[in-house]
C-alpha cells in the first residue's frame, strides 16, 4: 500500500510549494506594501457613484443550469475517457472486439440526444 | 524517502519560481512586444538599468516589484476570507499541472525532466487545471460588486461549457495513442508512419487539435473568449477589486496558463520532446529534444498570441452557444470518426 | 437562431441595478447608463448626461464673435475643424457677406478631413471595445497624419481655432497637398487592412449586426442625422440637400445602409471616408488662388502691416479685438455635416459685437435620446458597439 502511494509524493511536494511560492508573494506583499485607508476608498467600484447595495443578490438562474448541464455532460465524457484509452486493445480482443464500437456509438448516441434536448430547451441559451 | 522528497523538491523549485514564473513574466514582456509589433508601435522600452533598455526586457521586473509594494487592499463588504484565497486558488493549480508534463525523455532510466511520474498522467494535469475555475469565480463573488459578480459568473458558465469541448477533442488523442501516460503517449508520437512521416497527434488528429486549441483558448480566457474580464463592459471582471499581489497572481495564473494549454499540446498533438529521425540518449540528443519542446510550446504561445491580437471578443451567450452547439458536437463526431477509423484500419 | 423559444418555467430572479459610468471603461465621452438587468440581458436603460457641461453657449455671450471659434473647436473634439466651419458659416450668413472663394474650398478640405478623423475614432473606438485592439491602433495612426497636417497650418493638433469670421487664420502650408497625398495614401492602405480585419470578420459581424436596430421612421422621428439616419437607409445629408461652401461643385455618393443597425453604421463610416478623400482631391484640383479673408475690415482682421503703418488699419484692428466683428441685429440657424450628423447653429446678434444668443444643436443629442430603445433587450455586451457607432462625443452634447 505504502509502495503505491510512494509516486504520489512528489505530487505532494508540488502542492507544498506551489502554495509556499503564493502565500510567501502574498506575505511579502502585507510587509512591504502600504497601508493607507480611507472610507472610500472601501466601498465597492460602482463606477464612481455611490453604492445601490450588495451584489450578491438572485442572479439569473441560466448560469446555474449551464453548470447543471456541464455536471451531466462531464460525468458522461468521463465515463467514455476509460473507453478510449483501452478501445484498441478492445478492437483486437476476440471477445468484445465486435461491440465495442457499437457500444461507443450507442453512448454518443444517448450524449447526442441529450444534448439535442437540452439545446432545443433552450436551456444553454444565455440572451 | 528523503532522496525522492529532496528531488521533487529541487525541481518544483526550478519549475515553479524559474521556469514558470519568469516565464510567465517574459510572456508578459513577449505579449507586450508582439501587440506592439502588430499594431506599429515600439512596445515597453522605458525601464533601464545603467541605461539599458534591452528591448523592454526590465519591464517585468519593474512590473513584479511595484506590485510588491502596492497597498494589499481588501474592500469592506468583501468577504475576507475567500477574498484572500481566491487568488491563491487560481494561481496553485496551472502550477501544478505543470507536473505532469514531461520536458525531455527519460535520462538513465529515471524520469529526470519531469516532475511527477504518476500512474495518474494527464488526468491528473486535466483534474488539477480545471479547480482554477473555482479561484476566479470566488473572487468574484467574495469582491461583493457587480463587474465582479457578473465576471464570476462569466468564469464559471464559459469554463464549464468549454472543459467539456477540451475533453472530447483528447480522447481522440488517447484513442490512438490508447494510453493517458505523456510519455507513453510521445512515444507513440515517435513512430513514423509509411516511414516518412511522424505519427505526430497533429497528424493523426487535425480536427482534435483545432478543437483542443479553440477549447484552450477559451480555457485560458484570452480573447475572443475573454469575456470573464472584458474589459469594456466589466471593467475588468472577475479580478475588479483586487490589487497588488493578489491581482498580480491572476495575471499570473493567466500566462502560465498559456504556458500550460501550450505544453499540453505539444504532449499531444506536436509530439512533445520528440524529434522525428532523431534518437538516442547523448546528453546532445537531450538537449535538443528538451529544446523542441521548448520550441513547441513557443510556437503554440505564439500561435494563441497571433489570435489574441487579430481578432475581437465575442458576445457572452455566442461563446456559450460556440461552446455547446459547435466544440461538443464536433468533439463527438471526431470521437465517433476516429473509433471507426481505428476500427476499419486496424 | 431564429427559432421561437419553447416556454420555460417563469423562473423569477431579481434584476440587477448596475450602474455603469462616468468611471467606466466603455463610457467614454462620460455618459452615465443606470441600467436594470435581467441576467445579462436589459430591462431598462436610463441615460444620464451633462458630465462634460462647461457652459459653451453662455461662455459666447460674453465673447466676441471671433472669441467663440476657440470654445467652437471644443464641441466635438474629434472632428474639431467642422465646429468652426459652422460657426463661421453661421455668423456670415447673418452678416450676410460672401467669402473668397479659396477659403470656400480651404474650410471644404478640412471639413472633410475632420470627417475622416471622425470615422476613424468612431471605427477605432468600436473596434477597440470589442477587443480588436490592432484595428484601433491601425486607425488611430491613420489619424494621426491629418493631425500632423493641421498642426503644419494651425499651430494645434485638436484646438485649432482656425476660422474667423469672414475667412480663415493663414492660408494652407504650400506643401499641404503634397502632405495629403501621403496621408491619404497611408489611410487608403490602413483602410484596406481594417477593413480585412473587421468587415469580413464573423466575430466582429456577429457582434454588430442587428443590434442597436433603428428603423428609418423611428429614426427621423427620434431626430437622427448623419450617418445613424443614413444607415436606418434614408439619404439625408446636408452636404446634398443644404449645400454650403462648395459642396455642390464636387461629385460625391451619400452611402446608406438598409437595417439600421451597428454594422450599417459601421460600413456607411467606412464608405465615406472613401467619399470624403474624394472630395478633398476634386477641392485641391478645383481650388483657385487669391486671398483667404475677406477684404472688409469691418469684418476680418486687417494685415499686420497695415495695423502698424496706417491709421485705418489700427483703428479697424482696434475695433474688431475690443468690440468685435459688427454683425447686424437678427437671428439665424445654419447647419452644417458634422462628424455624427447635423450640426447647427442658432445666433441670434442684437448688433452689438457679441452674440446676444448661440445655440447649438449637436447632432448626438438627438441619437443618444435613443440609445435607451435601440438597447432595449439586448445584452449588456451590446451596449459597447452600440454606444460606440452612435459616436457619442461629451463635448458636442453637454456643451
Known sequence: MLEQLIEYVPLLVGVVVAVGTALGMLVLNAVLGPKRTNPSKHEAFECGNPSLGPARNRFHVKYYLVALVFLVFDVEVVFLLPWAVEYRRLLDSPLLGGIVLLEALLFVAVLAVGLLYVWKRDALRLD | MLELVLIAFAKCVFLFLAFLLGGAAILSWVERKMSAVIQDRIGPNRAAVFGFTAFGLFHPIADGIKMLFKEDFVPARADKILFFFAPVLSFVPPLLAFMAIPFGPPVAGREWLMVSDSQMGLLFLLAVASIGVYGHTLAGWSSDNKFSLMGALRTSSQLFSYEVGLTLSLLGVFMVYGTIMPQAIIGGQSELMWGWLPRWGIVTQPLGFILFMLASIAETKRAPFDLPEADSELVAGYSTEYSSMRFAMFFLSEFVGILLVSAFGAVLFLGGWNIPFLAGDAWWVVLLQVGAFLAKVGALVYLQMLVRWTVPRMRFDQVIDFGWKYLIPFGLLNLLATAVVLAVWR | ?399
Open chain 3, 1 to 399: 437562431m431564429t427559432q421561437e423559444r419553447l416556454p420555460m418555467p417563469d423562473l423569477t430572479c431579481r434584476e440587477m441595478l448596475l450602474q455603469m459610468g462616468p468611471s467606466h471603461p466603455a463610457m467614454h465621452g462620460t455618459v452615465k447608463l443606470d441600467l436594470r438587468l435581467d441576467g445579462e440581458s436589459i430591462v431598462a436603460v436610463d441615460t444620464t448626461i451633462g458630465f462634460l457641461h462647461r457652459g459653451f453657449e453662455k461662455m459666447c455671450e460674453n465673447s466676441t464673435w471671433n472669441q467663440c471659434f476657440p470654445y467652437a473647436d471644443r464641441l466635438n473634439y474629434v472632428s474639431p475643424a467642422i465646429n468652426g466651419v459652422g460657426l463661421a458659416l453661421a455668423i456670415e450668413k447673418l452678416l450676410g457677406i460672401e467669402i473668397p472663394e479659396r477659403t470656400k474650398y480651404i474650410r471644404v478640405i478640412l471639413s472633410e478631413i475632420a470627417r475622416i478623423q471622425d470615422h476613424l475614432t468612431a471605427i477605432a473606438a468600436a473596434a477597440l471595445e470589442l477587443g480588436g485592439f490592432t484595428a484601433m491602433l491601425w486607425a488611430v495612426e491613420a489619424r494621426d497624419y491629418y493631425y500632423y497636417m493641421f498642426e503644419d497650418v494651425t499651430g494645434a493638433r485638436v484646438t485649432l481655432s482656425y476660422c474667423r469670421v469672414g475667412g480663415v487664420r493663414n492660408d494652407l502650408t504650400p506643401d499641404f497637398r503634397q502632405k495629403f497625398d501621403h496621408a491619404a495614401r497611408i489611410t487608403e492602405k490602413l483602410m484596406v487592412d481594417i477593413d480585412r480585419l473587421l468587415t469580413r470578420n464573423r466575430i466582429f459581424v456577429d457582434r454588430m449586426r442587428d443590434i442597436g436596430v433603428m428603423k428609418a421612421a423611428e429614426a427621423i422621428d427620434w431626430g437622427f442625422s448623419g450617418p445613424c439616419l443614413r444607415a436606418a437607409g434614408v439619404p439625408y445629408d446636408v452636404r446634398k440637400d443644404d449645400p454650403y461652401l462648395v459642396y455642390d461643385r464636387v461629385d460625391f455618393d451619400v452611402p446608406i445602409g438598409d437595417r439600421g443597425d451597428n454594422f450599417d453604421r459601421y460600413l456607411v463610416r467606412m464608405e465615406e471616408i472613401r467619399q470624403s478623400l474624394r472630395i478633398i482631391r476634386q477641392c485641391f484640383d478645383q481650388m483657385p488662388d487669391g486671398p483667404v479673408n475677406h477684404p472688409d475690415w469691418q469684418v476680418t482682421h486687417p494685415p499686420k502691416s497695415e495695423v502698424y503703418g496706417t491709421i485705418e488699419g489700427m483703428i479697424a484692428q482696434f475695433e474688431l479685438v475690443f468690440r468685435g466683428p459688427v454683425v447686424p441685429p437678427g437671428e439665424v440657424f445654419r447647419s452644417v455635416e458634422g462628424g455624427n450628423g447635423e450640426l447647427g447653429f442658432y445666433v441670434v446678434s442684437d448688433g452689438s459685437g457679441r452674440p446676444y444668443r448661440l445655440h447649438v444643436r449637436p447632432p448626438c443629442f438627438a441619437i443618444m435620446q435613443a440609445l435607451g430603445d435601440m438597447l432595449m433587450g439586448t445584452m449588456v455586451a451590446d451596449i459597447i458597439p452600440t454606444f460606440d457607432s452612435i459616436n457619442m462625443i461629451g463635448g458636442e452634447i453637454d456643451r
